[in-house]
């Protein structure tokens, strides 16, 4: 049996209406997974679908083109006109806006549809593109071509649900932590430093973790060298002292990460420091996610230092460091 919708443009004007239902719930930022589902078309399907429509009415003649040929241009120009509208839009208004790429979206599908129901109208019946749908399988085909028919029928509808089931399972969101340390006033970090010399960086956090952390801050100052080992024919690093300076606590609310607006610091803290020893050192900054152990301040740790600063083994969940010459 065989369905056939000659009486109105119907796929045209389930797009039309499809693009309008899945419009309201972008403007609205339904969270829902149907708003994934109806947006999934307007990406891939629609835009081309209409403009097609539009250009070629007719059914297969040599004015026009057939099922399969409309499907696959539909896809393929849907694909090229949705990044070139972002495009368009970046160099017109300055930037990626949701909320004008799904308007102008709308605008082109409502249009070219409107233009591709018209011309199907004009063009005499015998001559218009009329989708049919087969609901059966022809008796003509002989039992390999009828089992093949039905496999393609299985995948295709096993891929559909597929499709609907990785749009509406959750994903887990990335969690991360920036950790980072810049200078007050936009000048080079400092490298050489006088004994007992007050210096300033600015400590700078942002948490993306999805809840709520009482993030712990340990600075400490390293005094390490390198040799070299004949053995494995590496360059080591070992350990000489490992001193305790300050502890820093801070609890920060999960902060969403914003694609559009300028990037704004959720915490900074601008932190002094001063070195009395001379030497070569790294003053490394350990950031934890949990309250940590106390430690006596200038006591020499040299002990724990593969656990605490060893780039490898430590057990922070991040660290930042300076390189800082004392003389």
Not at 13 to 18: A, H, Q, R
Not at 223 to 231: A, E, F, L, M, V
Not at 246 to 254: F, P
Request: charged share 15%; glycine share 4%.
């Amino acid at each position: 049996m065989q369905l056939k919708f000659d009486k109105y443009p119907i796929t045209i004007i389930f797009s039309m209406i499809w693009s309008v239902v899945a419009f309201f719930f972008i403007i609205f930022d339904v969270n829902n997974p149907i708003r994934i589902i109806l947006s999934i078309p307007i990406i891939i399907f629609i835009p081309g679908h209409v403009l097609i429509c539009t250009l070629f009415p007719n059914k297969k003649t040599d004015k026009g083109i057939d099922f399969t040929e409309r499907i696959a241009l539909s896809l393929g120009i849907s694909l090229a006109i949705v990044p070139l509208f972002g495009i368009v839009l970046f160099y017109t208004i300055g930037r990626f806006e949701l909320m004008s790429i799904t308007l102008s979206l709308e605008a082109f599908i409502l249009i070219m549809g409107s233009i591709a129901i018209l011309r199907w109208f004009k063009i005499p019946p015998s001559n218009r593109f009329i989708p049919a749908i087969n609901i059966s399988v022809p008796k003509h085909e002989n039992k390999l071509d009828k089992t093949l028919t039905i496999i393609l029928a299985i995948v295709v509808i096993i891929t559909l649900i597929l499709v609907v089931y990785i749009a509406i399972t959750p994903r887990e969101p990335e969690k991360f932590t920036e950790f980072y340390y810049t200078t007050s006033d936009n000048t080079e970090y400092p490298r050489y430093l006088e004994v007992g010399q007050n210096t300033s960086i600015t400590l700078g956090i942002a948490n993306h973790e999805y809840k709520t952390i009482n993030y712990t801050i340990e600075v400490w100052l390293v005094n390490q060298s390198t040799i070299y080992n004949q053995t494995s024919n590496n360059n080591e690093t070992v350990y000489n002292n490992l001193w305790y300076m300050d502890k820093i606590n801070v609890t920060l609310e999960h902060e969403q990460i914003d694609l559009v607006e300028p990037w704004q610091p959720q915490w900074e803290y601008n932190y002094t420091f001063n070195i009395t020893r001379l030497g070569e050192f790294r003053l490394v900054f350990l950031l934890y996610t949990s309250s940590t152990p106390h430690y006596s301040v200038d006591t020499d740790y040299i002990g724990i230092a593969y656990e605490k600063v060893d780039s490898d083994h430590t057990n922070a969940y991040r660290d930042i460091h300076l390189r800082l010459n004392v003389v």
